[in-house]
């Protein structure tokens, strides 16, 4: 069937450019591209680099648009050379949105709904793919880009794109109703300290305390939900390390952006298709300890590999930093201490809470709040143990008293009184903090 034929079953109206969800547009790009497909030299598309391929591509929409007899306006021709563009060398209708450096996720839920976030805030767009075997199409293509693949099979799939954006993917029979996309965005410009001040985020006085437990190797530990902003918090403290370190990272998903000269990165491989080749995070640790760090980053600290960072942190790899998964710093020495219960060593609950208390310092609860905010909610110092419990000091904590009329969370940061022991360690590495900065009338908004 020629594209004309094809045409002649589809609406006639041809939509205004951009609205991607039209259904006579969405006809006409995807036998457009059934057209091109028919028509061009694949094999020796491989050859040319993209600069020439658009090129080849542009020549050829033209050549079919008047072989046609298609009526299409300037704007609309551009339009639709963009999409096929997009279909033949990028992922499609996604390619927009990893184009628009507002959008933190993309979150795919099936073939008619995208939904993106912003400034932490999920909104729905009106990107739609053609149907589900489209979106099939374009989660392969990310996939055996890393040499994985996606099937009944193996209907669930993690991936990174080319820039770093880390990639989930499930599709049926595990998705009820059809595949399932999810893109976590790779920051192409980290946040710095001055843009979290700007957010307000966290504050002055927690700044210039975070900066002397970096200079000061205090091991610390940084707790958050889902999206809370660690990762951004954890390349924001690792800026505090000074240049003349040598520093290990390991991550499943290379993330972190250290601007120091002497970075390390190590990133987990998962199995192959036979089920064979995995490099877990453990051994990624264990083998960091063989490679003389100063420091030691753990992306993210999941499973039995806690044992491993605990005893690192021990044994004179000093000033290390980790992120996990929990809501409350309490929850968090909680998790770690199940964690370490993962490692297959028989310790007491008494034990393991020591190797705790003997690693770790300081732990960070971030938090996204209602409105999309993230900020630095608490900062407390383990103290020590009584008995068979951890003890912590809240140094610093932000406090929610409300929310505006246009759902904007209110409240302030202040400081809790306590003079934290760490600052004798500080004065010792010669960054010492002025005891006003534990002020608690200090109310910041």
């Known amino acids: 069937m020629t594209?004309?034929?094809?045409?002649a079953n589809s609406?006639?109206?041809?939509?205004?450019?951009?609205k991607i969800a039209d259904n006579s547009y969405r006809n006409l790009k995807k036998d457009m591209h059934i057209t091109i497909l028919e028509r061009i030299d694949l094999e020796r598309l491989q050859r040319l680099s993209p600069e020439q391929i658009k090129q080849e591509l542009a020549i050829?929409?033209?050549r079919i648009i008047h072989e046609e007899n298609i009526i299409l306006n300037q704007s609309e021709r551009h339009s639709l050379l963009l999409d096929i563009q997009y279909e033949m060398l990028g992922f499609g209708p996604l390619e927009p949105l990893l184009g628009d450096a507002s959008i933190s996720d993309i979150l795919v839920n099936t073939a008619s709904k995208v939904y993106v976030e912003r400034n932490g805030m999920l909104e729905l767009t009106d990107v739609t793919f053609h149907d589900n075997g489209h979106l099939m199409k374009i989660i392969d293509k990310i996939v055996s880009r890393v040499g994985r693949r996606v099937d009944e099979s193996s209907p669930m799939v993690d991936a990174r794109l080319p820039d770093g954006s880390r990639v989930n993917a499930i599709i049926p029979?595990?998705?009820?109703?059809?595949?399932?996309l999810s893109i976590r965005r790779f920051a192409v410009q980290?946040?710095?300290i001055d843009n979290l001040l700007e957010r307000k985020s966290l504050t002055p006085p927690m700044v210039q305390l975070l900066s002397a437990l970096g200079?000061?190797?205090?091991?610390?530990?940084?707790?958050?939900?889902?999206?809370?902003?660690?990762?951004?918090?954890?390349?924001?403290?690792?800026?505090?390390?000074?240049?003349?370190?040598r520093i290990v990272t390991i991550e499943d998903?290379?993330?972190?952006?250290?601007?120091?000269?002497?970075?390390?990165?190590?990133?987990?491989?998962?199995?192959?298709?036979?089920?064979?080749?995995?490099?877990?995070?453990?051994?990624?640790?264990?083998?960091?300890?063989?490679?003389?760090?100063?420091?030691?980053i753990l992306g993210e600290v999941r499973g039995p590999e806690a044992l491993d960072m605990l005893q690192a942190m021990n044994t004179g790899h000093e000033g290390s930093l980790a992120t996990i998964h929990a809501n409350t710093p309490r929850d968090a020495l909680a998790r770690l201490e199940n964690m370490v219960g993962m490692a297959g060593v028989t310790l007491t609950a008494r034990a393991t809470r020591q190797q705790i208390v003997s690693a770790i310092t300081v732990v960070l609860q971030v938090s996204r709040l209602t409105d999309g905010a993230r900020k630095l909610v608490s900062l407390q110092e383990i103290t020590g143990m009584e008995g068979d419990s951890i003890t912590m000091n809240e140094v610093f904590s932000f406090r929610q008293t409300g929310v505006d009329a246009n759902g904007k969370v209110l409240g302030h940061f202040f400081a809790s009184g306590v003079r934290p022991a760490f600052t004798d360690r500080l004065r010792t590495f010669g960054v010492p903090v002025p005891d006003a900065l534990f002020d608690p009338s200090r109310i910041f908004e």
């Open 11 to 18: 609406p006639a109206a041809l939509p205004a450019a951009g």
């Open 215 to 245: 200079h000061a190797k205090i091991n610390m530990l940084i707790s958050g939900g889902t999206g809370s902003g660690k990762t951004t918090l954890l390349n924001v403290i690792s800026g505090f390390i000074p240049a003349n370190e």
């Open 60 to 62: 050829l929409v033209e």
């Open 3 to 7: 594209m004309r034929e094809r045409l």
């Open 173 to 180: 029979p595990l998705a009820v109703d059809g595949p399932l």
């Open 253 to 296: 998903a290379a993330e972190l952006q250290l601007r120091q000269p002497h970075v390390v990165r190590l990133e987990t491989r998962p199995p192959n298709i036979e089920g064979k080749g995995e490099v877990t995070q453990r051994a990624l640790v264990r083998n960091a300890l063989r490679m003389r760090p100063d420091r030691i």
């Open 190 to 192: 980290p946040l710095t």
